[in-house]
């Protein structure tokens, strides 16, 4: 057996402990020891945005990260993002503004559009459209071609400037 | 129990006498069943699935291009703990496979290409398979190797294939009337030559198969292909068994584009490892294995001769097209037949002829990809056309207008234009954007200075929309069932791979049998449930699919109407199914709830279920050996217009807005339809600026997302979209086909808009920076 290293972090707000060998990637890990298969592994290169979760107060894509680097953090994937009792507002527009197609890439998209208006909290009358998709920059998605995308958190960005 | 809940209902629904007014679902926007799981997670997609008992499969590729396999050494690799499987060429019998037979699932004696499958294996975990891999030893003579079709055919050049010493695979030919005379005739004759390159679909998710193999013999294949019951008859061969003991399975997939119209190797290759294990298998392809060993887009050199007089009125056309076939033969080579269709019959062109080649190389091989050789015509014939349109001095629009055809037209080929629209695409194409004025006024400043230039370009096609007939059916069955609850089931032969028909097939039930979407199950990813259909290509399913699932709710409508006259006095006629009522059409009054109806006719003396099912075969027809007949049972045009910004200095194309003209005859579901176009639009947008997958002496370059480069949401432009709707006759639900003419139009726009912007004509995209730049800077076309 080879070694495995014990760690312990928040995953989508409860306490887990789980044991990881050192090469192991974190999404890997999400995957494999905790069956969140929302983040996919799409390249494993950081260059697409599939895996994209959030740890701590940013995100990241989890294929480049190692498991071990998850110790004593706090790690929010897709699965955690609504609720069991529903969507969660920027999952919903995506939805409704027929944004997803295959929907493979969305569960990272949806992380990453959950971020970019996050940082805008507070000057969401200040977003354009530009800033939007330049904060999608790191999300391929093949199918969708990034219209209803940009239109689904544009009108997060509006409702929450409303609220 | 029911009973009791029923009157429960009823009460609260405030008794038989509710009224509803009549609403119709089609043209509206209706979000994808599918799509709250796929935002939540939860969607368990094919790359997800874990099985009991389920080995992890691995392909050893070569490392070569052309070379004699000595030997290969597998010891190490069984002796590795955890190792269940290892197979090579030598361990299963001479399986051939594909469009032209020409392809095993393992190679045996010999690699012709990069992506050849030397040997695999099945392993309890991935690294033990990736382990024992890397354990292989394979042992080569290198072979004189080919990579240029036009070398591959050449006397003497390295043979591929055997069987074809010649190195000739699928040739097409095509002529009408007299060319010969029409170019002596001819006011003006411009011949030009355009390279277009190997791209790829890039799906978001990686190849991936589960097979399963049961006791019997049988097996069930977890698959992402895009057309399951023609691919039990394809696959069968590459495993050595029966048709009829292949079921398919279709898990949600990451997108397909068309790569998943064929079956490739790493498929049998999976089932050959479940069969040898005697377990489930799964097989996932890394992205670099994606990149490498996954279908392209067929790659392509045009020669173009084209003839008009001084009025602007076309005389012929004729194109030669050599195509590299790669190592075997997939779906690539046999894209002329729909890309012939746009050169000989893509405006009024009395005389035209086509002769396409493919010559066996030692490259890797193209399949099938959104667009099918369309996208190559579109981009030759659109920038030829503008070039015409300048030589006689005519603006593109009305050069495109003056050569247009009516409705009622029949191209040479038998293409029947009865309802063309094309005209309408570009007057509509033209007005909505201003593009006269400032067609005229960029042209003016192409030459002055300054950095930053724009252009406005146009480009128009045709493409098939009522299905293709290339099986001797290509029709979809559907059958419909209502339980008790008047929950309908549709089960239908079409795909879902992410385009959503699900929604299109949803809305129609809806429609015809007036009860509520959430009441509606699609049931479409297994062969032992599903009728027969062709598959999810040549924009068919909404078209095909739509109008059986029309045909088979039609039919239950009946059935329930029927059913409803006989307990009431009202005739079938004067009734209308209106949210979960049978109701009088005139004044929207209930006669009876759906749900208690149907339970009525169920637990009747003679009891009675609506269960139905129907068989949707387009009117179209199977070319003749001359490559006529009406293909599509209709067709449809699209006029793009693309407007620029090129900065002179870096050779940037910054494509600032799309407009999208498009005959798309009756819109079914809004939402669907514009993310259809702007897909597509997306695609198109790379071919035309940053897309090619290169391929230097047979091996590829740019296995990666960092070096190909898709389109992102930074670079996609404002699209603004046009439907130019009529009810189509060929279409009972009045839609026509759309999905690929968006990936197949907007490339040449963006070129000709480039040529209107900096005045230089690129005869081979992608238009790179460094290519436009080198351009600019060395004032020569590319
Ligand atoms: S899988 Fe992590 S960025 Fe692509
Ligand atoms: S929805 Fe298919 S890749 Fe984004």
């Not at chain 2, 059958?479 to 549709?490: S, V």
Request: aromatic share 6%; charged share 25%.
């Amino acid at each position: 057996m080879s070694l495995e290293i014990e760690i312990g972090f928040t995953l989508n707000g409860r306490p887990v402990k789980v044991r990881v060998p050192p090469t192991m990637t974190a999404v890997s890990m999400l995957r494999e020891k905790f069956d969140l298969t929302g983040g996919k592994l799409a390249c494993g290169e950081g260059e697409c945005g599939a895996c994209t979760v959030k740890i701590d107060n940013r995100t990241i894509n989890s294929c480049l990260m190692f498991a071990v680097d998850c110790d004593g953090r706090e790690v929010q994937t897709i699965e955690g993002l609504g609720s069991v009792k529903g969507l969660e507002i920027m999952q919903q527009a995506f939805v409704e503004h027929g944004a997803i197609q295959c929907g493979y890439c969305m569960p990272g998209m949806i992380m990453q559009a959950r971020y970019v208006v996050d940082q805008n909290a507070g000057n969401e009358h200040k977003v354009t459209r530009d800033d939007i998709a330049r904060g999608l920059e790191g999300n391929v998605c093949r199918c969708s071609g990034y219209t209803k995308v940009v239109d689904a958190v544009a009108a997060v960005v509006l409702e929450e400037a409303s609220t | 129990m029911s009973s009791i809940e029923l009157k429960t209902g009823e009460k609260k629904s405030g008794g038989i006498n509710k009224v509803f007014s009549k609403k119709t679902v089609i043209g509206t926007r209706v979000t994808k069943p599918d799509a709250p799981d796929k935002a939540t997670g939860k969607t368990i997609y094919i790359n997800d699935m874990v099985l009991p008992r389920m080995l992890y499969g691995k392909i050893l590729h070569t490392d070569r291009v052309h070379a004699r396999i000595i030997s290969i050494d597998t010891s190490a690799a069984k002796a590795l703990p955890g190792v269940h499987v290892v197979l090579t060429g030598e361990d299963i019998p001479l399986l051939k496979f594909g469009t032209m037979r020409d392809n095993v699932p393992l190679k045996a004696g010999k690699v012709r290409c990069i992506r050849d499958e030397v040997a695999a294996v099945a392993a309890e975990t991935e690294q033990i398979a990736a382990e024992a891999i890397a354990l292989i030893k394979v042992e080569y003579e290198d072979l004189p190797a080919v990579f240029s079709p036009t070398e591959a055919l050449q006397e003497g050049a390295p043979v591929v294939q055997e069987d074809h010493p010649d190195n000739r695979s699928l040739a097409y030919k095509f002529s009408h009337g007299d060319v010969a005379a029409a170019e002596a005739d001819s006011d003006i004759v411009l011949e030009h030559e355009f390279v277009v390159p190997y791209v790829t679909h890039c799906c978001m998710g990686p190849g991936c198969a589960i097979a399963d193999f049961d006791s019997a013999g049988k097996l069930t294949i977890y698959s992402q292909t895009q057309y399951p019951y023609n691919y039990k008859m394809d696959l069968a061969p590459a495993i050595g068994i029966h048709p009829g003991d292949i079921r398919v399975i279709q898990p949600p997939v990451g997108g397909a584009f068309g790569s998943k119209l064929d079956v490739y190797p790493f498929e049998p290759i999976c089932a050959l490892l479940s069969k040898a294990s005697g377990r489930p298998v799964k097989l996932t392809f890394s992205r670099e294995e994606e990149f490498i060993n996954s279908p392209t887009r067929q790659p392509a050199e045009f020669k173009i001769k084209s003839g008009v007089n001084k009025d602007g009125t076309l005389t012929f056309r004729s194109v030669d097209c050599l195509m590299n076939n790669g190592a075997y033969t997939s779906w690539g080579p046999t894209t002329p037949i729909i890309q012939m269709r746009t050169f000989t019959g893509h405006f009024r062109v009395p005389a035209v002829e086509y002769n396409g080649l493919a010559a066996y190389t030692n490259s890797v091989y193209a399949g099938s990809f959104r667009g099918y050789g369309n996208v190559q015509a579109t981009y030759v014939t659109a920038s030829v056309m503008d070039m015409l349109a300048e030589e006689v001095g005519m603006d593109p629009i009305a050069f495109r207008l003056k050569n247009a055809q009516d409705p009622g037209e029949v191209t040479p080929q038998g293409s029947k234009l009865d309802d063309c629209k094309l005209k309408e695409c570009i007057e509509i194409a033209a007005q909505k954007t201003d593009f006269l004025s400032k067609h005229e006024t960029y042209a003016g400043l192409c030459k002055q200075p300054g950095r930053i230039k724009r252009g406005i370009g146009i480009a128009t096609s045709i493409h098939n929309a009522g299905g293709a007939k290339i099986h001797k059916s290509d029709g979809c069955g559907s059958i419909l069932k209502l339980d008790d609850y008047a929950r309908a089931t549709l089960i239908t032969g079409a795909s879902e791979i992410g385009q959503g028909i699900d929604a299109v097939l949803t809305q129609i039930v809806m429609d015809e049998l007036g009860i509520p979407k959430a009441d509606v199950t699609i049931v479409n990813n297994d062969t032992a449930l599903g009728p027969w259909d062709v598959g999810v290509h040549a924009s068919r399913t909404t078209f095909v699919a739509g109008n059986a699932a029309l045909q088979a709710a039609r039919a239950a409508r009946k059935q329930i109407l029927d059913a409803a006259s006989k307990q009431s006095n009202v005739s079938a006629e004067e009734m209308d199914l209106r949210q979960g009522h049978v109701v009088q059409a005139d004044n929207g009054v209930s006669i009876v709830k759906l749900d208690k109806l149907l339970r009525q006719m169920h637990f009747a003396d003679e009891p009675e279920l609506v269960m139905v099912s129907e068989y949707f075969e387009p009117d179209s027809e199977l070319e003749d050996r001359n490559h006529v007949g009406n293909l599509s049972a209709t067709w449809a045009h699209g006029a793009y217009v693309a407007e620029v910004e090129v900065d002179t200095e870096t050779g940037e194309v910054k494509v600032t807005k799309i407009t999208a003209v498009q005959d798309v005859g009756r819109v079914i579901n809004r939402l669907g339809i514009e993310g259809q176009m702007e897909g597509g639009i997306s695609v198109s947008l790379g071919y035309a600026l940053s897309e090619e997958l290169l391929i230097q002496d047979g091996k590829v370059l740019n296995p990666n997302f960092r070096d190909y480069k898709v389109p992102t949401a930074p670079e996609t432009p404002e699209i603004e979209l046009h439907f130019v709707e009529s009810d189509c006759k060929a279409s009972p639900l009045g839609s026509k086909g759309i999905a690929e003419l968006p990936a197949i139009i907007p490339a040449p726009a963006i070129a000709n808009a480039v040529y209107n912007a900096i005045g230089i004509r690129f005869f081979a995209p992608p238009l790179t920076p460094e290519k436009v730049a080198r351009a600019i800077h060395g004032a020569t076309t590319q």
